[in-house]
C-alpha cells in the first residue's frame, strides 16, 4: 500500500533535479551566446 | 555542451547515473516490505540521505564563503553560489519529500515537526542569500554580501536546529526515527542510497560551477 | 577614535534626530492596539500568545528602528567620511551594536508598561530573570541587525531585505525569549530555562563575533 506516495517521492525528485539541470544548461546556453557576440 | 569534454565529468556522469539505477532497483526489489508503512517507508530511502547532502552543501557554502572573504578570489565566490544552489534544491527536496512521507504514515502533511521545520528556516535563509546576490548592486559587492550571509546562516544552523528541536517536543517525531530499529538490510541500501545522492550533488555542483565560471568570465570582459 | 566615542556619536545623533527611538514606540503601541483588537480573547486566553507577541513586537519595532540606525551615513553621506578615519571596522560594529541595543531598551522602556496595561504582562514572579532576558535577546537582536541592516543600506530593496533576511535567521531568538517568557510568566520553575538562556547567550556571542570578524566585508566600498 501507499505505491502513489512512493511513486510521487520519486517523480518529485528526479522531476526537480532534472529541472534544475535544465536551468543551469539554459545559464549556459544565454553565456555561450554572450561570448559569441562580437 | 562542454562541460562533458572533460572525461572525468563524463564518468562521474556515468558512474552516478549507474548507481541511480541500481538504487532503484535495491529499492523497489531488495528492500524489505516494513508492515504498515509498506511503500511510504521506502520514501526513507530518498528523503533522509536528502537531508544529508542538503548539509553537505551548506557546510561547503561556510568554508566557500569564508575563503572568498579571506582571499577575494573569485572562484571561491563561484564554489560558494554552486554550493548554496545545489544546497538549496536539495533543501526544496526535503520540504517537498518530507511531507508526501508524513501523510500515509501520520496521517498529516505538515505537523511542524523538528527537523521539517529546521528545514522550511534553512530554506527561507537561503532564499535571502539569493535574494542579496540577485539585488546586492555590483558583483564586487553582491559577492561579498552574500558571503558574509553564508557563513551567518551556517553559523545559526546548530542553533535553529536545537532551538526547534525542544520548541514543541509534544509533535511527534518525523517517522525516520525508528529507522534504526529495522534490518541490516535496510541500512545497507540506505548508505548505498546516501553516496549515491552526494554524487549526485557533486555532479550538480561540479556543473554549476563550469557555467558560473563561464557567467563569470562574460561580467569579468565586459567590464574591461 | 575609541569604542566609547563611537557609542557616544550614535546616541548624540539618535538624542537630536530622535528618529529612532520615536518611531519604535508609536509602531509598538500600535501594534499592541491590533493585537488587543484582532485576538478578541479573554485575558486567560491571551496569556498564552502573550509571550509571542510581545517578542514579535520587539522583532518589529527592531527592523524599523535598525533600517533608521545608519540613517546618519546615508543622509550626509557620512559613511565615507567614517571609514576614511583610522578606526577599526569591527569597533564601528560594535559601537553600533552598543547603542542600538540602548535604544531598543529604551524604546521597550516604554513599550512594557502598555503590554502590562492593555494586555495583562505580568512578571512579578521573576522580574529579575524578566530584565536579563530582555537584555539579552535585544543584544542578540542587535548583533544579527546591524548586520544585516549594514548591507541593506547600499541595497535596491534594502527595506525589503532586511526583515526578509532577519526573520528566518532569528527564529531561534524568537524561539528562546517566548519559550523563557512564558515560563516567567506563568510563574513556573525557573529551572527549565537554563537551556533557553544558553541558546540565547550564544547566539549572541557568536553573531557579535563573525559581525566584529565581518563588518569590514560589509562597509567596505
Not at chain 2, 525542544?166 to 541490516?184: K, T
Request: net charge positive; aromatic share 16%.
Amino acid at each position: 500500500m501507499f505505491k502513489g506516495y512512493f511513486i510521487a517521492v520519486i517523480v518529485a525528485v528526479w522531476g526537480v533535479l532534472l529541472s534544475y539541470l535544465g536551468i543551469v544548461r539554459t545559464k549556459e546556453n544565454k553565456a555561450r551566446r554572450k561570448r559569441e557576440k562580437p | 555542451m562542454d562541460y562533458f569534454n572533460h572525461k572525468g565529468n563524463v564518468a562521474l556522469a556515468l558512474v552516478t547515473l549507474a548507481l541511480v539505477l541500481t538504487g532503484l532497483w535495491l529499492i523497489i526489489f531488495v528492500a524489505p516490505l516494513i508492515p504498515e508503512q509498506e511503500w511510504a517507508q521506502r520514501i526513507f530511502y530518498y528523503h533522509v540521505p536528502l537531508a544529508w547532502n542538503a548539509f553537505l552543501g551548506y557546510m561547503g557554502v561556510l568554508a566557500f564563503s569564508i575563503a572568498y572573504l579571506v582571499t577575494r578570489k573569485p572562484k571561491w565566490d563561484i564554489y560558494a553560489l554552486s554550493a548554496a544552489e545545489t544546497g538549496t534544491v536539495f533543501c526544496l527536496l526535503i520540504l517537498i519529500t518530507g511531507p508526501i512521507w508524513a501523510k500515509p504514515i501520520w496521517g498529516e502533511a505538515w505537523t511542524w515537526e523538528p527537523r521539517l521545520t529546521t528545514t522550511l528556516i534553512l530554506f527561507l535563509v537561503y532564499v535571502g542569500y539569493f535574494m542579496i546576490r540577485e539585488f546586492g548592486g555590483p558583483y564586487e559587492r553582491s559577492s561579498r554580501y552574500a558571503a558574509v550571509l553564508g557563513i551567518l546562516a551556517a553559523v545559526d544552523i546548530p542553533l535553529i536546529y536545537f532551538a526547534v528541536d525542544f520548541w514543541a517536543p509534544q509533535v511527534q517525531s518525523h517517522p525516520q526515527r525508528d529507522m534504526s530499529a529495522h534490518s541490516s538490510t535496510v541500512l545497507k541500501i540506505f548508505l548505498f542510497s546516501l553516496f549515491t545522492f552526494t554524487l549526485i550533488l557533486i555532479n550538480m555542483y561540479k556543473y554549476r560551477v563550469h557555467v558560473a565560471t563561464l557567467e563569470l568570465k562574460n561580467l569579468e570582459e565586459t567590464h574591461v | 577614535m575609541t569604542l566609547i566615542h563611537l557609542v557616544k556619536k550614535e546616541l548624540y545623533h539618535e538624542i537630536r534626530a530622535k528618529e529612532s527611538i520615536i518611531s519604535m514606540v508609536v509602531f509598538g503601541t500600535s501594534v499592541i492596539l491590533l493585537f488587543s483588537f484582532a485576538f478578541n480573547a479573554t485575558p486567560a486566553e491571551f496569556a498564552r500568545f502573550l509571550p509571542g507577541l510581545m517578542w514579535m513586537t520587539f522583532l518589529f519595532i527592531s527592523i524599523l528602528g535598525l533600517l533608521r540606525s545608519f540613517s546618519a551615513e546615508k543622509e550626509m553621506d557620512a559613511y565615507a567620511a567614517l571609514l576614511s578615519s583610522p578606526v577599526d571596522r569591527g569597533s564601528i560594529y560594535l559601537g553600533k551594536l552598543f547603542a542600538f541595543w540602548i535604544f531598543l531598551l529604551f524604546a521597550q522602556l516604554f513599550i512594557l508598561p502598555l503590554f502590562m496595561l492593555f494586555l495583562n504582562l505580568d512578571i512579578s514572579a521573576y522580574p529579575l530573570m524578566f530584565v536579563g532576558l530582555v537584555m539579552v535577546t535585544d543584544w542578540a537582536i542587535a548583533a544579527v541587525g546591524i548586520m544585516i541592516s549594514g548591507m541593506g543600506l547600499r541595497t535596491r530593496m534594502g527595506e525589503v531585505l532586511v526583515p526578509v533576511l532577519m526573520f528566518p535567521l532569528m527564529s531561534p531568538v524568537l524561539i528562546a525569549a517566548t519559550k523563557v517568557t512564558h515560563t516567567i510568566v506563568s510563574g513556573q520553575n525557573l529551572s527549565g530555562t537554563n537551556f533557553w538562556m544558553m541558546i540565547l547567550f550564544t547566539f549572541a556571542v557568536v553573531f557579535s563575533a563573525t559581525g566584529y570578524l565581518t563588518f569590514g566585508a560589509i562597509s567596505e566600498e
